[in-house]
């Protein structure tokens, strides 16, 4: 199957600070990525969704100017988390369609000390 | 509003018995329904949409919409089949976008 990855797998960061994490789409293009968020011992929560070329689109609670989406290419989609504070420590998941189905990344745990 | 619903958060079961991970959904309109597995320290993966109506690993779902329900089914569980199990629902016209409920960890025992 096609193959999303992700990194960084684990970054920690001092609060203030703004960390950016990256999805890409290896062996197919994606004009849509999407971005997810798991709390610990929680499901996932869809964030946005990546449109190449043109805005994400936030779901409602999510502030687009906390979490800023590029989706500059084909291939690539990034999340930056800006002024982190530690209520952002999450589990940041990212997917990716292709053919018939979404392919997800290995995730990047994210924790803001 | 779309919601999902997965009612135990733990499931043990011995080899070799039948096991049914349950999933009832909320959504107004037609519904699209995959269930995602996540062995242990691997990514999510997709085991089964209804759609396609088909068996993966000796696993089943039927999409029951009197119900609002997919059930996850298998007759004879193995100790391999022990992973985190997540019934999703897709979200408008767009492939991939997803909505999730919290998650069966399945326990097969040897």
């Known amino acids: 199957g096609a193959v999303v990855s992700q990194h960084p797998s684990r970054v920690i960061c001092k609060s203030g600070t703004s960390v950016k994490i990256e999805c890409r789409s290896l062996d197919f293009q994606a004009t849509t990525m999407f971005w997810y968020r798991q709390f610990p011992k929680q499901s996932l929560m869809l964030m946005a969704t990546s449109n190449e070329g043109s805005k994400a689109t936030y779901e409602q609670g999510v502030e687009k100017d906390k979490f800023l989406i590029n989706h500059a290419s084909l291939t690539l989609s990034t999340l930056t988390v800006t002024s982190a504070h530690p209520e952002d420590s999450s589990f940041y998941i990212c997917?990716?369609?292709?053919?018939?189905?979404?392919?997800f990344g290995q995730g990047t745990r994210l924790t803001v000390v | 509003a779309q919601r999902v619903t997965q009612p135990e958060k733990l499931l043990s079961v011995f080899k070799g018995a039948p096991v049914e991970l349950k999933c009832n959904y909320s959504y107004s309109g037609s519904p699209e329904l995959f269930w995602y597995v996540q062995y242990s320290r691997q990514r999510l993966q997709l085991l089964l949409r209804h759609i396609s109506r088909e068996s993966i690993k000796g696993f089943t779902a039927d999409l029951n919409k009197g119900e609002t329900s997919f059930h996850l089914k298998k007759p004879f569980a193995q100790e391999e089949d022990s992973a985190m199990y997540y019934c999703?629902?897709?979200?408008?016209?767009?492939?991939?976008?997803?909505?999730f409920g919290r998650g069966t960890q399945l326990t097969v025992w040897p």
């Open positions: 997917s990716a369609p292709a053919s018939t189905e979404a392919f």
């Open positions: 999703a629902l897709g979200r408008g016209s767009t492939l991939g976008r997803l909505y």
